[in-house]
């Protein structure tokens, strides 16, 4: 029986279609291409929805975990969503080791699947406990807030020599005192108080 291969195409493929469908033949002695998707991997997961194939199993083949743009963590969770819900496996062309894990079956997959579930919860505890503990400390919650106006004003009355002559440097001290704020925003906003003559 021949493997039915969905093939993803991202936006950001960094070799030609062509090359990376002929790399497929170097990967798998038979099989046949049943689909394949361009776009963003979300809308190729819902596209899985819509294909049938009775004659083999299918992998759906991707070019690197890198070009999905999660984190580890994720694609795991990934893996085990496409298996469980669609029964396919994943490939990678440059991460072998992702259809070698759903290769996996019976008590393997299981005991895998468990392991990844309990890594994930520890990897949130961790990261709650760390986060409280920064609260504790005195830490800000949430975003800082934003620069407006007034704000800048007095950042360019504070340093107005900077502010004249080396805004990069005026915005290095900003963003240092816990502002976020873009150096092509701040620069907006500090030529808007220059030209009101907030100075």
Same mark, same amino acid.
């Given at each position: 029986?021949?493997?039915?291969?969905?093939?993803?195409?991202?936006?950001?493929?960094?070799?030609?279609?062509? *090359?990376?469908?002929?790399?497929?033949?170097?990967?798998?002695?038979?099989?046949?291409?049943?689909?394949?998707?361009?776009?963003?991997?979300?809308?190729?997961?819902?596209?899985?929805?819509?294909?049938?194939?009775?004659?083999?199993?299918?992998?759906?083949?991707?070019?690197?975990?890198?070009?999905?743009?999660?984190?580890?963590?994720?694609?795991?969770?990934?893996?085990?969503?496409?298996?469980?819900?669609?029964?396919?496996?994943?490939?990678?062309?440059?991460?072998?080791?992702?259809?070698?894990?759903?290769?996996?079956?019976?008590?393997?997959?299981?005991?895998?699947?468990?392991?990844?579930?309990?890594?994930?919860?520890?990897?949130?505890? *961790?990261?709650?406990?760390?986060?409280?503990?920064?609260?504790? *400390?005195?830490?800000?919650?949430?975003?800082?807030?934003?620069?407006?106006?007034?704000?800048?004003?007095?950042?360019?009355?504070?340093?107005?020599?900077?502010?004249?002559?080396?805004?990069?440097?005026?915005?290095?001290?900003?963003?240092?005192?816990?502002?976020?704020?873009?150096?092509?925003?701040?620069?907006?906003?500090?030529?808007?108080?220059?030209?009101?003559?907030?100075?």
């Amino acid at each position: 029986m021949k493997k039915g291969i969905l093939l993803f195409l991202p936006a950001n493929l960094k070799i030609s279609s062509e *090359k990376y469908e002929s790399s497929l033949s170097e990967r798998f002695d038979d099989y046949v291409l049943i689909g394949k998707y361009q776009g963003d991997f979300k809308g190729f997961i819902s596209y899985l929805s819509t294909v049938e194939y009775k004659d083999g199993e299918v992998i759906v083949v991707i070019p690197s975990v890198k070009q999905l743009d999660m984190s580890a963590y994720k694609i795991l969770e990934l893996m085990i969503e496409v298996y469980e819900k669609y029964g396919f496996r994943l490939y990678s062309i440059e991460d072998p080791w992702v259809y070698w894990l759903t290769s996996l079956t019976g008590e393997d997959w299981n005991q895998l699947k468990a392991f990844i579930e309990w890594m994930l919860k520890e990897t949130v505890e *961790k990261r709650r406990n760390r986060q409280v503990e920064a609260w504790r *400390k005195g830490k800000r919650r949430g975003r800082p807030p934003a620069m407006d106006l007034k704000t800048v004003a007095h950042y360019v009355k504070r340093y107005r020599e900077l502010a004249l002559k080396n805004k990069k440097a005026l915005w290095l001290i900003a963003k240092a005192e816990g502002h976020k704020i873009s150096y092509r925003r701040f620069l907006e906003k500090i030529n808007k108080v220059l030209e009101s003559n907030k100075i």
